[in-house]
């Protein structure tokens, strides 16, 4: 067997004048450039310091409609079906019809207001301070509350009134805080898990499940987890649809649901703002005369079509649940990407995927009726049928669960659920249609759930206290009383139950009987996780940024201990075999086979290239390893490239990490070599071309991993390579043919 890697390379062509001029008069230029603007009813309103005014863009007749003159100054204004809001630089905070009379006086602060917008019926206004809060009617303007957030500093806020918040940068950080719908303020949060954000404005997505920040920065909305990164900072933001569209550098660049680039457009001008009407996209910006809009078709973007499948080739990302099916294909659920990801161990290669409706938080298989659940925090559950060959069918609605979901697991002929937060979590049983067979509350929270079929044990832990529990589950779905462990152990997810039900191994290293749930043994060290193979164990750990594999015999004593190369994600047991998931260096998902003996015929290449973006003419530069997962030695392994002929002037240069050793330390053109790879070592090749400045569309060099003449790898169905995924992650992003790709001979 040969094992092919295809690198799609895509020169994006910029089109320079996408964009049609308007053909009414410009707003006259005023002094200085607007300060802020809002949309309403199909119209910019454009907020002016010098004259004091307010300058209005009707977007569905593309012409200028009167301005309205202000009293005063004005700082900030937001803008309902209630009246145009505006706050004065003196502190007064007025509310007036959308013609701009009718002025009602609401407040007077003792300084200007720093930001104002309108959540509801509710009006917020945040003091120059930045911590000072007050919220307002506005309908009546009557004062609802104020607070000061103990002194908390707040910046770019995005109001979400359908979940009660308003996000903001809140200490530097992505976080929120609470307005309820008659204006009572609540708590605020922020997150502590990622960096400092220094950012002026946040955006909320359609459906209010992520917030992006004007660095580029993308967090989920429900735990401020970090979301995505858009490569850059971002001047400007709108969705068509739920497809982003970002103004940067004067570009207007558009992403797919899964936030990868499907198209650039260059307007033209100096961009200012852009907003989007129907299928078009206005651009503003400052003319000669005043502000100008200019045309983009939405079309010219290439948006991605909702629902449509993404590539996981060459995405990063670390799957948020995963599960194998009786026929070894691997579901990566992807909340970021909002996918099910499925990976064959039969042909080594990613399969169709799987769209979900959401950003899902679970997954689980269900071998008796060979289906597969999708969980989703607001408590839905979709089911997605799989046909004999493993084909799956859309997912549909299956179910919903109040309040929100805490986990789910197959259950033999039942299927599984826990509902709500806390120590308020209802479990519950479901028929195949999705009916309700039994409830038992209330419970604690659990991280885990796993099912013992031998026993018919629905296993959970809790942090706090540390306790292990499992809820027997009768042959008629009825859910018996609970049973405890008690405190005073080290309680750590997974849980890992033996096939006979005997005995369940936690993530902490503790082994507990599997019906009295007494400590009966421990393996010493934590783990990620974990698989039994009979009466033996495997665990996974971190190790320094690689994988250890460690298998333990019946009296837990290490028979065989490993390290290779890539995060570790999870362990699976896939027929006789284990199978690794683990993440390269580029934050991708790769893969890789073992025997129980830890032991393996796989190779591993990772292919990486440090580049943010690649035009034409531009040098390109990138790396392929190789090595060798298990413990042979394999000499004269061919690795050989075919470059396009948009790539000129190649040339490359191989260093060996012992025992593997180069066949040739540097070589011109394609990458010829033969080569030795030996346990422990690598070949690192560094490639250095030019792309044609010509080069338009897509360019594609393959690289090729051949075993020595006479001999073939060991499993002619199994691809050797672990992460057959793209080179340019960051250049290259449409999610279609800019990828690292297998192709079986």
């Keep these: 067997m040969r094992t092919f890697i295809v690198l799609s390379i895509v020169v994006a062509a910029i089109s320079p004048t996408a964009a049609t001029a308007p053909t009414q008069a410009p707003l006259a230029l005023p002094a200085a450039p607007w300060i802020d603007d809002e949309v309403h009813d199909g119209v910019v309103h454009f907020l002016f310091t010098h004259p004091a005014r307010c300058g209005r863009y009707d977007l569905e007749t593309k012409s200028w409609l009167p301005a309205i003159t202000l009293p005063q100054t004005p700082a900030v204004f937001a803008i309902n079906d209630d009246g145009i809001f505006v706050g004065f630089r003196s502190g007064l905070v007025s509310r007036f019809d959308h013609a701009g009379g009718s002025e009602l006086p609401i407040t007077v602060l003792d300084d200007e207001p720093a930001e104002m917008v309108i959540s509801g019926d509710v009006l917020v206004v945040l003091h120059a301070n930045r911590e000072d809060t007050h919220t307002f009617s506005t309908w009546s303007g009557v004062a609802l509350d104020v607070s000061d957030f103990y002194f908390y500093r707040k910046q770019g806020l995005a109001p979400a009134p359908e979940l009660g918040r308003v996000f903001a940068n809140v200490e530097y950080r992505p976080g929120y805080f609470e307005v309820g719908p008659y204006g009572q303020l609540g708590s605020q949060v922020y997150s502590y898990s990622t960096t400092s954000l220094y950012t002026e404005t946040t955006w909320l997505s359609p459906d209010s499940s992520y917030l992006v920040y004007d660095s580029g920065e993308l967090f989920f909305s429900d735990d401020l987890e970090p979301l995505k990164d858009l ?62 809009a200019v045309w983009v078709p939405v079309a010219d973007l290439e948006p991605t079509p909702p629902g449509q499948p993404a590539d996981p080739s060459g995405l990063a990302f670390s799957p948020e649940d995963a599960v194998v099916d009786d026929r070894g294909i691997v579901y990566l659920l992807s909340r970021t990407y909002q996918s099910v990801f499925r990976f064959s161990t039969d042909t080594g290669s990613f399969l169709e995927t799987i769209p979900t409706a959401g950003r899902a938080e679970h997954v689980t298989y269900s071998p008796l009726d060979d289906r597969l659940f999708i ?54 049983t479901h028929d195949a249609s999705g009916a309700e067979v039994s409830q038992s509350s209330p419970h604690d929270a659990s991280p885990s759930h796993c099912w013992a079929s031998a026993t018919r044990r629905m296993y ?8 292990l529990f499992f809820n027997p589950i009768d042959a008629g779905g009825v859910i018996g009383a609970e049973a405890s462990s008690g405190s005073g152990f080290d309680i750590d997810p997974p849980i890992r139950i033996s096939a006979d039900g005997a005995s369940v191994l936690l993530g902490s290293g503790g082994i507990f009987d599997g019906a009295s749930l007494l400590l009966t043994d421990e393996i010493g060290t934590s783990h990620l996780d974990a698989v039994w193979a009979g009466d033996e164990i495997v665990t996974l750990r971190e190790n320094g940024g690689s994988s250890r594999l460690t298998r333990y015999d019946d009296s837990l004593s290490i028979v065989a201990d490993i390290t290779v190369p890539g995060q570790p994600e999870r362990l699976f047991s896939v027929g006789a075999d284990l199978l690794l998931l683990s993440s390269n260096p580029a934050g991708r998902p790769a893969f890789s086979t073992w025997n129980h003996g830890l032991d ?47 790539l000129t002037g190649l040339a490359w240069t191989c260093v060996a990490t012992p025992p593997s050793a180069c066949g040739a330390a540097a070589g011109a053109g394609a990458v010829s070599d033969t080569a030795t790879v030996g346990p422990g070592g690598s070949l690192d090749y560094a490639v250095t071309a030019t ?55």
């Design 231 to 292: 490569g850059g900072a971002v001047d400007d933001l709108v969705f068509y649809g739920d497809v982003p569209v970002v103004l940067r550098n004067d570009r207007l660049i558009a992403y797919s649901p899964a936030f990868l680039r499907t198209g650039e457009v260059d307007p033209g001008v100096a961009a200012r703002r852009i907003r989007v009407h129907g299928d078009e996209i206005a651009v503003f910006h400052l003319g000669v005369t005043g502000i100008e």
């Design 375 to 428: 969980g989703y925090d607001s408590g839905a559950v979709g089911v997605v049928e799989l046909d004999p060959g493993g084909n799956p069918s859309p997912e549909t609605a299956h179910l919903v669960v109040s309040p929100s979901l805490d986990g789910l697991a197959s259950a033999s002929e039942f299927f599984f659920t826990a509902a709500g937060k806390g120590s308020d979590v209802t479990l519950r």
């Design 460 to 467: 959970r832990i809790d942090l706090s206290p540390e306790r």
């Design 600 to 646: 393996s015929d796989d190779l591993s290449v990772f292919v990486t290239d440090g580049e943010d973006h690649i035009t034409a003419g531009e040098p390109l530069s990138y790396t392929i390893s190789v090595a060798a997962l298990g413990s042979g030695t394999t000499s004269g392994l061919t690795v050989s490239s075919e470059p396009s002929d948009h």
């Design 691 to 745: 792309v044609d400045p010509s080069a338009v569309g897509t360019t594609r060099h393959a690289v090729r991993v051949e075993p020595p003449a006479g001999r073939a790898w060991e499993d002619a169905d199994l691809t050797e390579i672990i992460d057959p995924l793209e080179a340019f992650t960051d250049g290259f992003e449409d999610g279609t043919t800019d990828r690292w790709t297998v192709v079986s001979p």
